[in-house]
């Protein structure tokens, strides 16, 4: 140690040889001071994000059959791929023609007077005027499984034997058609292949992109003000209806908690013909009520290019956390 550094140390009180052990007492405070400051950065908690209630659950619906009935459910689990009650989950059952193409209202409007039910482990099929045709919960292994093709798409579904084809086929009465059922092994489908805003991950069975539609019933009442006849959610086959917020609100819902259940928007929906069907008579009218949403729910300009000219009308969104959710269940929305 140098002399001056010895007269200081005296003129505080210390002595000489009393410096390293002081200056390890002040590397040790240092040490646990910063030490103390990354434990804080580590054990501070996140920014909470705020919810807030922009709505409530008023409508459940699951399609058991594509483009067939809807169910009305009062709770249903909330799946990667989709809604389930029970044994229904939506859109698992298909209907295609011979050559493997699948059928919907738009070639076979008198498809959404079917219906499609489930109880114990026994399903039926039924529509008015016609007897119900039972069918087993389990589809025969030793059916066929044949590969479909859902908006071009391959996708493969079990058929349900001669008696469900014929039933469907009778009905119709236009050409043989059967039913097919999907079944947890089968590849699914690309939503990103049928429209690019989806992620890699994000699949379908038979639904034509997304596994959740959702749509106000203050949206419904906009367009019903528009219209000379007034047309219902079965028009858009939503799976989820939500009353208590403004018209269109749903549009910006980037993100959505319903109890345990979390839903991320993807896009909007496009809308075409199928929304002209009467839910009630399977008549196909082809002008309404898509002339009236496209005279005021067209896509912003830049967006040409994904919607092109058809317009908009609820929402597409994915599960970001699976879960139950109910009708009455409150809605919130995720502060980013």
Excluded at 112 to 118: D, E, G, N, P, Q
Excluded at 276 to 281: G, L, N, Q
Aim: charged share 20%; hydrophobic share 40%.
């Amino acid at each position: 140690m140098g002399a001056a550094s010895s007269r200081a140390l005296a003129r505080l009180g210390l002595p000489a040889q009393s410096r390293p052990a002081w200056l390890g007492v002040a590397a040790l405070g240092l040490a646990a001071v910063a030490l103390g400051a990354v434990a804080w950065r580590r054990t501070r908690p996140r920014r909470v994000r705020r919810l807030q209630q922009v709505g409530t659950v008023a409508q459940l619906w699951i399609y058991p059959v594509k483009s067939c009935k809807g169910v009305p459910v009062q709770a249903a689990e909330c799946t990667a791929l989709g809604m389930r009650w029970g044994h229904l989950r939506d859109r698992f059952w298909l209907v295609i023609d011979q050559t493997g193409n699948m059928v919907t209202a738009r070639q076979e409007p008198r498809l959404v007077l079917i219906s499609f039910t489930c109880n114990g482990d026994t399903l039926t099929l039924g529509a008015a005027y016609t007897l119900d045709l039972l069918l087993p919960l389990k589809t025969p292994t030793t059916n066929p499984v044949h590969t479909c093709r859902v908006h071009g798409m391959e996708v493969q579904g079990r058929d349900c034997g001669d008696a469900a084809a014929q039933w469907i086929t009778d009905f119709l009465g236009t050409q043989p058609y059967r039913l097919v059922a999907f079944e947890p092994h089968m590849q699914l489908r690309s939503s990103q292949k049928a429209r690019s805003p989806f992620g890699p991950s994000d699949k379908v069975a038979y639904s034509d992109a997304s596994p959740y539609l959702l749509l106000s019933e203050a949206s419904l009442a906009d367009l019903n003000s528009r219209l000379e006849k007034q047309v219902t959610a079965s028009n858009f086959r939503p799976n989820l209806v939500i009353a208590g917020c403004g018209a269109f609100a749903e549009d910006s819902w980037d993100e959505i908690v319903i109890g345990d259940v979390k839903l991320k928007r993807v896009m909007a929906c496009s809308r075409c013909i199928l929304t002209t069907v009467d839910p009630d008579t399977g008549v196909l009218d082809r002008k309404e009520p898509l002339e009236t949403l496209r005279s005021y729910r067209q896509c912003d300009p830049s967006q040409k290019k994904l919607y092109g000219t058809l317009p908009l009308f609820g929402q597409y969104f994915v599960l970001g956390n699976p879960g139950t959710i109910r009708v009455g269940d409150a809605v919130y929305l995720v502060d980013q």
